[in-house]
């Protein structure tokens, strides 16, 4: 089984800036993997954030966060980053962090094999 605990969520001004984290542990350590990042906000359906592959030389994001949100990744503590800069109160919403059993990261939620339970970051304006 594998578990997923985020952190670093909060309640930050317009503009300011947060950064999430997400720690893995449990059977992850026998497979690559790659980690991603959705977000739900209140009567809309979860969307995809970012991604990053096993090696962390490939990022995707989510055209509503490019040029603002940076992933990243630390494989020595199983641990993956999201940094977020500019934010914006449509950045409202509960972040999870996943976990795909691939070395390629994936846009498609459906392709996650296991989640975090979420934290709530909330944007005032």
């Known amino acids: 089984q594998v578990q997923l605990v985020e952190s670093g969520g909060g309640l930050v001004q317009a503009g300011g800036s947060l950064r999430l984290s997400c720690a893995a542990s449990?059977?992850?350590?026998?497979?690559?993997?790659?980690m991603g990042w959705f977000r739900q906000a209140p009567g809309k359906e979860r969307e995809f954030v970012a991604a990053i592959n096993w090696s962390g030389g490939t990022t995707y994001f989510g055209d509503s966060v490019k040029g603002r949100f940076t992933i990243s990744r630390d494989n020595a503590k199983n641990t993956v980053y999201l940094q977020m800069n500019s934010l914006k109160p449509e950045d409202t919403a509960v972040y999870y962090c996943a976990l795909r059993l691939n070395e390629y990261g994936s846009r498609w939620e459906v392709e996650y094999d296991y989640w975090g339970q979420g934290t709530q970051v909330t944007v005032s304006s």
């Open positions: 449990g059977r992850t350590f026998s497979r690559l993997y790659a």
